[in-house]
């Protein structure tokens, strides 16, 4: 198959090293005293019947035979044994002889396991052995991902329905590792290398990661035009680095198609290796269908899919050969499709390729949005490459978008990776859909690659009248938050609506799955049905019976229309409509809550709180929930019974998977709207327009004693207040009215003293969140997660800071020189989850610009474009190229070290960035700085040197009163204005 991604691999790089792993008795030429070979063990599952094992001379080749004694509708057999230790991140490769004498197809798989009967961490790849009776070579290759390094298995298994009489030989097993590739290219934002037009920020960025035979080589990375030999822009990347960050500006680029290719190279120039990608730049169109904000959109409205699965031909004859068994009319397409349809369902995965003419003529007018599913489509079912069966129909409005590859486990992720690539580069204004069933499989991924932009979770364990549901909400949630750090993708749910292994899931299962899905972040809903079709006797081994279709008891074939889920539909469409402002443009409310297994939402949307609640189990369960002021009223939809709130709490009884929806109307207060003309100062929010000139970077007080020693006794505010209270009137006789106070928690901030001084002085102070660096983080830092960080300085922006719950209008964050060190990674990634939830812009005290850019990097992952970033100290950086780099990313450029003594050389810098970048560039002068611990705090640095003496330069420098009114009033209104949130 011809991808979007190619490799070349020349001079003696080969394939890489191999190297033999030991086996033990790999030929077999060992027994027990039973017969069986020494060194391996069989174990078997469910009560299924023990194939015999014996090692034999089989045609000139000693193997071992499984003779499998009698029928049985699943043999769950495994045969192992315990590898040596393996190496770090290596690609397994297992050769191996077999001969099959089986009645029919049977299923194979190789597997390198934690335990036995390929448990979790598992590398499985299943194989379709030849069943000629002949001697074969097998092959199979897994990179080893999450596998224990040591005490793992390596093991063949059955799972299968076997006949008596089935035989299998195995011989000669032999395995390799091989390291990890040479060089590795990813997109990183966006991940599927499509920018739109209309996106916040107009840059490609990505990793190169190489390999450990790729020591002393260059790496480099260049964009093209398509058709074009020479590069528009070229980053080297260093020699033997193993992961690195690239980024391309793209925002002057002309519309199109773009390769971004990566070379390692020797010292003399000789290309080793290559790996290239396919971009694009685009217009969106009315029929473009893609992911911004965390939400799918079709044109250029956010859309709320409620879809299913294998609504296609091959449904109608499987329907139509049991309907003749039981003498009932055919069905024909028209009449599916406009059940479908009348069922409420919009979306419909077609099973399995791309739907005839007819199909999709007919599908558009039923309204249907069709994913064709790549399962079907490429070389390996037997067709033509997968690019050149898309391409026809790449810009198709009847098709809404590609179903990737399905359930990617950790051996196919690479594949699945390479068919979102395949799709992305001949199809751009096509969505990209598959699903996990092990959503923590996309964690391996590592925000360098992608493989689809809506992420489905399909969590198909849980078959049984009394199944615990509440790991649906657990699987989206995570799916969730990696969305959150890895750039424009979205999360759907694929609730389970058919027998396999188990009964039908019941209504209350069904709707409770949908509502897990939406409380904990998708957008998208699924319900996974299929036209089963089970042999000659319905249901036999999966422990299914047709108990369930209760509109056609007699059917042998389970199909979703003769079911009692089928009438959910349309009651489930009306409820996902009404909540579609929720579920597209909700804003969290601060709440805290006592729900134990219940899971829940409380948010806001078009100014309307909502409380949503579930019982994922069996059993009833309570909740209780307390608002940040009075409950007026409270409710119920959608069936909901009444509820009963006193004060700020409401407490809720759920019965087994019941569902309650409540509208909450609570006191005006705890509705809050954003607006982008406004600031949050420590009196509140205010027009930052009509406050004067402001400075974005300056300090009242700081205590650098440490976060183990720091507290408010330390100092004497009111000695504080004393000394700086004329510094501040100072500033605001200059004119300026509106200063950034950038001392965070740890060091010194005290919003509580801030508002004393903005009341006394007249100046509006802005306090913040987040904080600085080692050492002046709190102990917890290192151990919490980002998330964990992320909510603490969330819940600042929400209900405020201390007992005066002072709102901070901004976050404030840290980051040493070279690269981020892990905490620095998370700090970021937590301001870049605040920012998501509250809107609030990132400041980022960072003096080197490759640690700023990738900070930008981090933020991206994140879908947190980089305009929410302020460069603090960016004057600190000599390489003016790493300030092109950041402006054209979206970030803004502070130069906020303007003094006296060094009033020339930024005055030249401030020139020259105005005449490129004078809509993202903030001035201020980093003053003040009351030092805690020295009499009367130390030298204070006066407040009003820049706008009396540095403002005066500008102009007889030639700069416009318009430009100096920009660098002191629009770009900083416009830099921390609040912004409506991207989401949770």
């Given at each position: ?724 209270l004329p510094y501040l009137r100072a500033l605001k006789a200059a004119g300026v009215g509106l200063l950034f106070e950038c001392t965070p928690e740890y060091i010194g901030r005290d919003p509580a003293l801030l508002r004393r001084l903005s009341e006394a002085s007249g100046v509006a102070l802005v ?218």
């Amino acid at each position: 198959m011809r991808l979007a991604a190619t490799l070349l691999m020349l001079g003696t790089m080969g394939a890489g090293w191999t190297e033999a792993l030991p086996l033990t008795n790999s030929d077999f030429a060992q027994v027990d005293a039973s017969g069986a070979p020494d060194g391996w063990t069989l174990s078997t599952w469910y009560d299924c019947p023990v194939p015999r094992v014996s090692v034999t001379e089989d045609g000139g080749q000693r193997a071992v035979c499984f003779s499998f004694p009698q029928d049985a509708p699943v043999y769950t057999v495994s045969f192992h044994q315990t590898l040596p230790d393996l190496p770090e991140r290596p690609t397994a490769r297992i050769r191996f002889r077999y001969r099959a004498t089986f009645a029919g197809a049977r299923k194979l798989s190789v597997a390198i396991s934690g335990a036995p009967g390929c448990n979790l961490p598992c590398n499985r790849v299943w194989y379709t052995a030849t069943a000629d009776g002949q001697w074969h070579d097998g092959e199979v290759a897994m990179p080893l991902r999450r596998v224990n390094r040591q005490g793992s298995v390596l093991e063949f298994t059955f799972n299968d329905a076997f006949a008596a009489g089935d035989r299998f030989y195995l011989a000669a097993v032999r395995m390799e590792v091989e390291p990890p590739p040479a060089l590795t290219l990813g997109f990183t934002s966006p991940a599927s290398g499509v920018l739109f037009t209309d996106a916040p920020w107009q840059a490609l960025a990505g990793t190169v990661c190489t390999g450990p035979q790729a020591r002393d080589l260059r790496a480099r990375v260049s964009l093209f035009a398509e058709g074009r030999k020479r590069p528009l822009a070229t980053r080297d990347l260093g020699v033997g680095e193993q992961s690195a960050s690239w980024t391309f500006g793209m925002g002057a680029r002309a519309l199109g198609r773009y390769r971004v290719v990566a070379t390692l190279t020797t010292r003399d120039g000789a290309v080793v290796a290559a790996q290239e990608l396919t971009a694009w730049r685009l217009k969106p169109r009315p029929d473009t269908t893609r992911v911004v904000g965390g939400l799918v959109y079709h044109g250029d409205q956010p859309v709320v899919l409620l879809g299913t699965y294998h609504v296609c031909d091959n449904a109608v004859l499987a329907v139509n050969r049991e309907n003749e068994r039981l003498g009932l009319p055919p069905l024909d397409r028209d009449a599916m499709l406009a059940g479908v349809s009348a069922a409420g369902l919009d979306s419909a995965f077609f099973s399995w390729g791309i739907p005839s003419e007819d199909y999709l003529d007919a599908a558009a007018r039923h309204g249907h949005r069709t994913i064709p599913e790549c399962a079907g489509i490429g070389r390996e079912w037997g067709g033509a490459p997968l690019e050149e069966q898309v391409a026809p129909y790449a810009d198709d409005p009847r098709i809404f978008a590609w179903g990737g590859w399905d359930e990617p486990t950790e051996t196919t992720l690479d594949r699945a990776v390479e068919v979102y690539r395949g799709l992305k580069s001949v199809s751009p204004h096509k969505l990209v859909v598959n699903t996990f069933h092990q959503p923590d499989v996309m964690d391996l991924l590592e925000g360098q690659a992608m493989t689809a932009d809506l992420i489905l979770v399909d969590v198909y364990d849980i078959r049984r009248p009394d199944s615990d549901l509440s790991r649906v909400g657990h699987a989206v949630a995570h799916a969730a938050a990696y969305a959150r750090r890895h750039g424009d993708l979205a999360v759907g749910v694929t609730p389970q609506a058919f027998i396999y292994f188990g009964p039908e899931p019941t209504p209350a299962q069904l709707r409770a799955q949908i509502y897990l899905g939406m409380v904990n972040g998708a957008t998208a809903f699924f319900p996974y049905a299929y036209v089963e079709d089970y042999g000659e006797q319905p249901f036999a081994g999966h422990g299914g019976n047709p108990d369930g279709m209760s509109g056609n008891p007699k059917r042998q074939r389970w199909w979703l229309p003769d079911s009692d889920l089928w009438r959910e539909m349309p009651r489930l469409r009306r409820e996902l409509d009404r909540l579609a402002p929720l579920i597209l443009r909700r804003e969290p409310l601060s709440v805290t809550a006592e729900t134990g297994a219940v899971q829940y939402l409380v948010a806001q949307a078009e100014g309307q709180g909502y409380l949503v609640a579930v019982n994922p189990q069996a059993t009833p369960n309570a909740a209780t929930f307390a608002f940040a002021s009075a409950v007026r009223r409270l409710r119920p939809l959608f069936g909901t019974p009444p509820a009963t709130s006193r004060g700020t709490g409401v407490s809720l009884s759920l019965g087994p998977y019941e569902v309650q929806v409540y509208r909450v109307d609570l006191e005006p207060t705890t509705v809050r709207r954003s607006k982008m003309a406004q600031v949050m100062t420590v009196n509140g929010p205010m027009d930052p327009r009509v406050a004067g000139w402001a400075l974005t970077h300056e300090h009242v007080l700081v205590d650098f004693i440490g976060a183990d020693r720091i507290g408010p006794g330390r100092y004497d505010p009111d000695e504080v207040f004393a000394v700086m209270l004329p510094y501040l009137r100072a500033l605001k006789a200059a004119g300026v009215g509106l200063l950034f106070e950038c001392t965070p928690e740890y060091i010194g901030r005290d919003p509580a003293l801030l508002r004393r001084l903005s009341e006394a002085s007249g100046v509006a102070l802005v306090t913040n969140t987040g904080w600085y660096k080692d050492p002046f983080l709190p102990a917890w830092a290192h151990s919490a997660t980002a998330e964990e960080i992320a909510a603490r300085w969330i819940g600042e922006a929400r209900d405020g800071i201390g007992p005066e719950q002072i709102q901070p209008g901004f976050i404030k964050i840290a980051a040493n020189e070279g690269d981020l060190s892990d905490i620095q990674r998370k700090i970021t990634t937590a301001a870049g989850l605040t920012s998501r939830a509250t809107g609030l812009t990132i400041a980022s005290h960072t003096t080197q610009g490759r640690t700023a850019l990738q900070q930008v990097d981090v933020l991206a992952e994140l879908g947190v474009p980089a305009s929410r970033l302020v460069w603090v100290h960016a004057d600190a950086e000599p390489d003016l190229e790493l300030h092109a780099r950041m402006a054209q990313r979206g970030a803004w450029l502070s130069y906020d070290g303007i003094r006296e003594g060094n009033a020339a050389e930024r005055l030249a810098l401030v020139r020259a960035a105005l005449e490129r970048w004078p809509e993202q560039l903030l001035i201020s002068q980093d003053a003040g700085w009351y030092h805690v611990g020295e009499p009367g705090g130390g030298d204070v640095a006066r407040l009003d040197w820049l706008p009396r003496e540095f403002v005066p330069m500008l102009r007889q420098a030639g700069v416009s009163e318009a430009s100096v009114q920009q660098l002191l009033i629009e770009n900083p209104a416009r830099a921390f204005g609040l912004r409506e949130p991207l989401g949770p």
